[in-house]
């Protein structure tokens, strides 16, 4: 059977590693996977990708405007209040 012609499995890297609390190294398992949404679940995603692109850059530009007018930034938690 050839490279090609073998069915694609995940990504893994087994060589990426976190430090644990006690200074031991554990390895952290970590996946990749293709989607190949339909027509319809393609433009959902591309609406959600959207809504959080304008609600990061607006909330950074929220963040930006009140610490250049007053010296002090907006916290996460005061502007996540304004989103429910």
Same mark, same amino acid.
């Given at each position: ?63 930006? $405007?009140?610490? $250049? ?8 938690? $005061? ?6």
């Amino acid at each position: 059977m050839t490279e090609t012609n073998r069915c694609k499995l995940p990504d893994f890297n087994p060589c990426r590693y976190i430090e644990a609390q006690k200074g031991a190294f554990m390895p952290i398992k970590t996946f990749a996977y293709r989607l190949y949404p339909t027509k319809p679940q393609k433009r959902l995603l591309e609406q959600t990708v959207e809504t959080c692109r304008r609600l990061y850059n607006d909330c950074l530009a929220e963040r930006k $405007e009140s610490y $250049e007018a007053t010296g002090k930034s907006v916290t996460k938690v $005061e502007q996540l209040r304004h989103v429910k």
